[in-house]
């Protein structure tokens, strides 16, 4: 749907307002254009019209057999063209009535002109209906002479639909324009509002840190105020991410004294069971410190947070890291697929995901962890842990991302790793899977969305 | 083995370092980075454990400043951070393994042996050396497939001839790495110990290289 047809929108509300205004104002100027055009045209043509049937009776003489004639014809040639509407007509008791050249067929009646004074009306004319003046004068042996000009009304219909046409068209053509300027004065006006509404989008996308650019007096203070929101949310982002930590410490530290003041309990022989149960106690609060301060590190971040992942940057730490942890595991790194490529994704809770992935491949591999990044077509970005390890069975595989799941007590860790993981994952809009390939175990994390830029 | 432990915990400190010594380390604890930055020889520790979360500094600006130092001692982050940026900072920053708090110590213990092993290149739990066989987790020692019975600081310095297998060693150096700065030390106490062990492993097994130290065959 075009912007400007969005239901609602400013763009539409002012379009209509100028739509209304044009449509309102044109049609007033069409309306009284018209009118006044008639009224003075008509004026026109009746003043024209008396003027030639007085000029009628001026030129009329009676010659020397005592029959009508002019003294010279009219001055408007119309009247000699055969039929062209234009008329006029002499006629006296006992004589020959006189015509003008243009009145091949026909005649006009005589006693329209009944009256000295001069008078119209609108009659039928030997061309249609037609606008006649006349009047009458006293002939010089008796009786009146009827003088009667004619006009026909076609030709005053003719002139003002003319004008008519003319004036729409230009009026038309003035609306268009002025519709034209309308909404080049609305893109004008509201270019700044589009410039925020792109501001808004780059920071959502975490392209920005706030709301970038000079904006009118009129929205200055809006975005003024939501850029220190934007600052003030970041602020508390980052102020839970370092009580997060302190509240970490805080707990695990103590927890840390009790655990051993539980194993001391342990070494002797009334205070065995104590121990175990105060050390099951322990274990159970660390795993939920451990999984809460998690969810809460990364739940916190998402949006406003402008960060980006780049790979295959962002695996080159956790990767030299895992060498570390795992001296005697292979971690290989294949980003021949799709080398540089950028995710619209913060880069902290990503590389917490990744290494979660990596740090359980290690643990689980005979000799060799791979990890792969795959570009499975343009909107689409899988990054592929793989291990040599023995996989898991089908039922392992459906309990897998259960808090405190662990399938060998042996290889150490809280049995959070792939809860917190799918957590991750979810909050990042992101699919995890895992699956027992012919390659190794896999955990698949897949990534969805048209911002990909390679 | 001479272990440093890092630790700012008025509380934690000393209990780890007793754990410690009961597992047979001679353990040096120091409770801020300054006190860590000024220890001497820190080269010749066994390993360190270092807590990241010190009073008057970060654990992992001490840790690079160790390692741009050439100190090649394994380390072992015991922090109460959970966070895998934590880890991959400090693991890249040259740690050799992170664990986070609250740990059983005989999860530590075994971390604290697997860096041993890693550094010795060997993957088994019980390093060997000709018919001996010790292992530092069960606290066992075996010759030729039999158990042998030795105390606390004889099996604290067949562990080190061990591990040690062929270097030449100094009475100075092997007092160092049993015993903490402050324990009272005595040469001829080493002299002692390496006698009474030479009787139980074979007169052979330790070499006296005259003004020199001992030596133990391979």
Redo the contacts between chains.
């Keep these: 749907m075009s912007r400007l047809l969005v239901p609602g929108s400013l763009r539409l509300r002012f379009l209509l307002a100028i739509s209304l205004w044009v449509v309102l104002g044109i049609g007033a100027i069409w309306f009284s254009a018209t009118g006044i055009f008639t009224k003075h045209i008509e004026a026109s043509y009746h003043e024209e019209l008396e003027v030639h049937v007085r000029e009628l009776g001026r030129l009329a003489t009676f010659g020397e057999d005592g029959e009508l004639r002019l003294s010279r014809p009219l001055s408007d040639p119309r009247y000699e063209e055969p039929m062209s509407g234009f008329y006029w007509q002499i006629t006296a008791d006992g004589r020959k009535p006189l015509r003008s050249q243009s009145m091949v067929i026909g005649k006009l009646d005589e006693q329209i002109a009944h009256s000295p004074e001069i008078l119209h009306t609108l009659e039928k004319g030997p061309s249609g209906p037609a606008i006649t003046y006349g009047f009458t004068r006293p002939a010089p042996g008796g009786g009146d002479i009827h003088f009667v000009i004619a006009t026909d009304q076609s030709e005053l219909d003719r002139l003002i639909s003319s004008f008519t046409r003319d004036l729409t068209l230009w009026l038309v053509g003035l609306g268009a324009l002025l519709l034209a300027t309308g909404l080049a004065i609305i893109n004008f006006g509201l270019y700044p509002l589009d410039r925020l509404s792109q501001a808004i989008g780059r920071l959502r996308h975490g392209d920005a840190y706030e709301l970038e650019g000079e904006y009118p007096v009129e929205i200055a203070p809006l975005v003024a105020d939501l850029n220190a929101y934007v600052h003030q949310n970041a602020e508390m982002v980052a102020k839970s991410r370092v009580q997060a930590?302190n509240l970490?410490?805080s707990?695990?530290?103590?927890?840390?004294?009790?655990?051993?003041?539980a194993?001391r309990l342990g070494e002797t022989a009334a205070g065995a069971e104590s121990s175990k149960v105060l050390?099951d106690q322990?274990r159970a609060m660390?795993q939920q410190i451990?999984y809460q301060?998690?969810r809460a590190?990364f739940s916190t971040g998402q949006p406003y947070n402008a960060r980006r992942v780049h790979l295959p940057e962002v695996a080159e730490?956790?990767l030299?890291?895992m060498k570390?942890?795992h001296?005697?595991k292979r971690f290989l790194l294949d980003a021949s697929q799709c080398d540089s490529v950028v995710l619209p994704l913060d880069d902290?809770d990503y590389?917490?995901l990744l290494?979660?992935l990596l740090?359980n491949a290690g643990k689980w591999a005979k000799r060799e962890v791979r990890l792969e990044f795959l570009c499975d077509s343009s909107s689409s970005f899988t990054a592929r842990v793989t291990d040599d390890g023995p996989g898991m069975s089908e039922q392992e595989l459906s309990h897998a991302f259960e808090i405190g799941s662990r399938f060998d007590q042996e290889k150490?860790g809280s049995g959070l790793g792939l809860a917190i993981a799918r957590d991750i994952a979810d909050a990042l809009g992101l699919l995890l899977e895992l699956s027992n390939t012919p390659a190794g175990f896999a955990a698949s994390v897949c990534f969805r969305s048209s911002e990909i830029n390679r | 083995m001479h272990v440093l432990l890092v630790e700012d915990?008025p509380?934690?400190g000393p209990?780890?370092s007793d754990?410690l010594r009961g597992a047979g380390f001679a353990v040096e604890l120091a409770t801020s980075r300054s006190e860590a930055e000024d220890w001497p020889d820190v080269d010749r520790m066994a390993a360190i454990i270092l807590d990241l979360?010190l009073p008057d500094g970060d654990g992992i600006g001490l840790l690079r400043d160790w390692r741009n130092a050439r100190v090649e001692t394994p380390i072992l982050i015991l922090t109460?951070?959970?966070?895998?940026?934590d880890?991959?900072e400090g693991?890249?920053a040259g740690?050799?393994?992170?664990v986070?708090?609250?740990?059983?110590?005989e999860?530590l213990q075994a971390r604290l042996n697997a860096l041993f092993r890693?550094q010795q290149g060997s993957?088994s739990n019980v390093m060997e050396v000709g018919d001996l066989a010790l292992d530092p987790m069960t606290r066992t020692v075996e010759q030729a497939g039999k158990p042998l019975s030795v105390s606390k600081q004889e099996f604290r310095l067949l562990h080190l001839f061990m591990r040690r297998a062929g270097q030449v060693m100094s009475q100075g150096d092997i007092l160092d790495d049993l015993y903490e700065l402050d324990a009272e030390r005595e040469l001829n106490t080493v002299e002692v110990l390496v006698g009474r062990l030479r009787r139980k492993i074979g007169r052979e097994r330790i070499v006296t290289l005259r003004g020199m130290g001992y030596r133990f065959e391979k």
């Design positions: 930590g970490a410490h707990l695990r530290t103590p927890l840390a004294v009790m655990t051993d003041e194993e050390l322990a660390k451990e301060l998690a590190r730490p956790i030299r890291a570390r942890l001296p005697d902290v590389s917490e290494s979660i740090d150490g | 915990d509380e934690l209990r780890l754990r979360g109460a951070r959970g966070s895998w940026q880890k991959v693991l890249n740690a050799d393994d992170f986070v708090k609250p740990v059983r110590f999860e890693r993957r």
